[in-house]
């Protein structure tokens, strides 16, 4: 997106304003990531990912924070968040000089194009009974969903961002919209759960900030 006509100012923007980025990177290897995403699309975020990093992005010491995403390409579960972190930060180091300051795993959520593809593969049961099967409660205390709201850009409120893709809006009890945002009424609603929450449950638990343990 940073490398898109008319978004070059943005890192810059990012830099000047001290905004923490984590930005998606499925996977270290070009291939695995075009599959995923499409061709190309790994050279284009090393691309933007070396910008930032010329920036003063991602490096030790550094304020400008830049975490990385990474998710499983395919229908199975990543690996322990801190084993991969080793691993990214090796070979991104090695390979392409790319730095970062931390990795956070992301469980494959059984929504729009990946859910698409568990249909077409006739996988989509399968992976939901997986992520029911190992559902962990420890996980729960730290939803995202119980800390957190989701803004979208026009303004209306979600639980959270797969609730927002999903277009799944707060309950029509509670303010919709960011102009009546209201702590106390957001603080103890009831939150819209759905088959993909197992998504966020399942192992380690999975958010935007990475896995839910350890
Ligand atoms: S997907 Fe479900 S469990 Fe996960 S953050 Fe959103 S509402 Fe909460």
């Known amino acids: 997106?940073?490398?898109?006509?008319?978004?070059?100012?943005?890192?810059?923007?990012?830099?000047?304003?001290?905004?923490?980025?984590?930005?998606?990177?499925?996977?270290?290897?070009?291939?695995?990531?075009?599959?995923?995403?499409?061709?190309?699309?790994?050279?284009?975020?090393?691309?933007?990912?070396?910008?930032?990093?010329?920036?003063?992005?991602?490096?030790?010491?550094?304020?400008?924070v830049l975490n990385l995403m990474a998710n499983p390409v395919g229908a199975y579960f990543p690996p322990p968040q801190a084993e991969l972190e080793i691993l990214f930060r090796r070979e991104l180091g090695r390979r392409y000089g790319i730095r970062f300051h931390q990795l956070f795993t992301l469980i494959n959520m059984p929504i729009g194009r990946f859910e698409e593809f568990l249909r077409r593969s006739n996988n989509y049961e399968r992976y939901l009974n997986r992520l029911a099967g190992s559902f962990n409660p420890a996980t729960v205390p730290s939803l995202m969903c119980r800390h957190l709201i989701s803004v979208s850009w026009e303004g209306i409120l979600y639980d959270c961002d797969f609730n927002q893709a999903l277009n799944l809006p707060l309950g029509e009890e509670l303010p919709r919209h960011i102009r009546d945002f209201d702590l106390k009424a957001l603080q103890h609603r009831r939150i819209r759960l759905a088959e993909h929450c197992y998504g966020c449950t399942a192992g380690s638990g999975s958010s935007c900030a990475g896995s839910l343990e350890g």
């Open 1 to 64: 997106m940073l490398l898109e006509p008319g978004k070059e100012h943005l890192p810059e923007f990012f830099r000047r304003h001290r905004v923490e980025l984590v930005c998606s990177l499925p996977y270290y290897q070009a291939d695995m990531v075009d599959r995923l995403r499409g061709a190309g699309v790994f050279q284009k975020s090393l691309e933007a990912l070396r910008r930032l990093n010329e920036l003063g992005y991602g490096r030790e010491g550094s304020e400008l």
